[in-house]
């Protein structure tokens, strides 16, 4: 299976440091086979990422790749995309990374609606810093500065995302493998601000504070408490697969095109 996607990897950087049974290589996976289904030129291809288990992502693949600063991977590859808008960005960004400290740029990046396709790994944790909870930890569950259970409520990142002006939003799970791929692939070929949320087993920092003996436990979680458009959810666990929301609206560099256009023809 690795044979048909190597190419796209800088193979002298493997083995890599996520921890045995974590969902971070599984969702690389069907990143890159979107990738390859697409046929993108690999010179044109830039991959951004701030801080976290999920933006060390980067550092394995044979693109044009930039580990930036934490919670700034947006404000990154939004310059790059406005400064040459012929090039397919791709933004790897952790929960943490990208609703926290990253969370006004997520925001304001949905708002511009730019041609970006950005994938929030969602683990539910901060696994890299210790196991802290994040804003997508779900209520009641236990980290490091929650040890008797998380009060707080998770954001729904595509709620948000939506409400901010993106134009498309999905989610799909390690467990489902290939229809991440396909969600990758529809994004990209939205034109404007995409988001694709990829639900992450951590077994180390979170399955083990939260009574999951194994990765395959977890896994067998995502396909449990997953449903698709027109089921209901049962519990407060449970998370939608598929397109959740996609709409027309115009792409920000575009917009800056036609401006300098005018600016050129003296018509302002």
């Known amino acids: ?26 969702i690389t996976a069907a990143i890159v086979r979107a990738i390859k289904t697409l046929q993108l030129d690999q010179n044109k ?23 930036t ?7 990154f590859a ?3 995309k406005a400064a040459r808008p012929e090039l397919d960005v791709f933004v790897i960004m952790g929960d943490g990374d990208s609703t926290a400290i990253g969370g006004n ?20 944790i901060y696994g890299m810093t210790g196991g802290q909870t994040s804003p997508l930890t779900p209520h009641d569950k236990r980290g490091t500065t929650s040890p ?17 002006g993106a134009t ?23 034109l404007g601000f995409s988001l694709v949320e990829a639900v992450s087993q951590c077994p180390v920092s979170y399955g083990r504070r939260n009574k999951f003996k194994t990765p395959a436990d977890m896994l067998l979680w995502q396909k449990e ?4 458009a027109g089921q209901q959810a049962v519990s407060e666990e449970d998370f939608q697969i598929g397109e959740i929301f996609k709409r027309q609206a115009p792409e920000y560099t575009q917009e800056y095109e036609k401006l300098r256009q005018r600016l050129r023809e003296g018509i302002i």
């Open 225 to 228: 408490h997953a449903f698709k």
């Open 105 to 124: 740029h997520l925001i304001h990046a949905a708002r511009r609606n730019i041609d970006l396709t950005a994938i929030v790994i969602n683990n539910s």
């Open 45 to 67: 291809v830039i991959f951004v990422s701030g801080i976290g288990c999920s933006s060390r992502m980067p550092g394995y693949l044979d693109f044009n790749t930039i580990h």
């Open 168 to 190: 498309y939003g999905a989610r799909a799970s390690a467990f489902h493998n290939q229809l991440l791929t396909k969600l990758v692939i529809d994004a990209y070929n939205n």
């Open 69 to 75: 600063t934490h919670g700034r991977a947006l404000p």
């Open 1 to 26: 299976m690795f044979k048909e996607i190597a190419q796209y990897f800088r193979t002298e950087t493997l083995p890599h440091i996520w921890c045995p049974g974590c969902g971070i290589g599984t």
């Open 78 to 80: 939004i310059g790059i």
């Open 148 to 164: 008797f259970g998380n009060l707080e409520r998770p954001f729904q990142v595509l709620e948000v995302a939506k409400a901010a």
